[in-house]
């Protein structure tokens, strides 16, 4: 399979994954402005959103839309463990906790990075940033990952968002417990290599 991924973008996560899972894979880098690749050729002919992550799998399909992605990854090496088993209460509390990432943290940093935003825009995603995060530090009190004991597909996309946070001068030093937390996951091997392969460690 291929993912499709921009330095740094959430689709990170999606790189991480795939690395936790030890499935194999290649990546395709995206340039999000022009929506081309590595060979100048047009992004939107294969993800016609134009964003990442998309996964194309070795049949052709397509998928998009991170949660959807982080989930197939983990179902195709379920040894690795990355997410409950379908059905159970559990999977329901990962994909509650995706959704939670995808809607309430990942896109209140969207216009932080925008340099079209208003400052009054900028300064209402702060306020609801400020507003989230004290949910994931409470819990990162009592445990070391969202999802009970073990790492798990939502810790591979809460860490991705909460690397933004340096790139937009977000302050998170009043979550203690969400600091040492994404210093824990920095330290994973697959964090490593992916954040490697994208170039943003050597």
Known sequence: MKLFYSPGACSMASHIALHESGL??????????SKTLADG???????????VPALQLKNGELLSEGPAILQYIA???????????????????????????ATEIH???S???????????????VTRLNARFPQFDQLL??????????????????????GWARMVKFDLSPFANLLAYKDRIATRPSVIAAMTAEGLIR
């Open 41 to 51: 050729s047009d992004y939107r002919q294969i993800c016609p959103q134009g964003y």
């Open 141 to 162: 009190a009592a445990q070391n990952y969202l999802v009970g004991d073990y790492f798990t597909v939502a810790d591979a996309y809460l860490f991705t968002v909460l």
């Open 24 to 33: 194999k894979h290649d990546i395709a880098k995206v340039d999000l402005r």
């Open 107 to 109: 896109k209140n940093f």
């Open 75 to 101: 179902d195709q090496a379920p040894a690795a463990n990355l997410a409950p088993a379908n059905g159970s209460f559990a999977r329901y509390r990962l994909q509650s906790t995706l959704n939670y990432i």
């Open 111 to 125: 216009p932080l990075f925008d340099p079209t935003a208003s400052a009054d825009a900028k300064a209402s995603a």
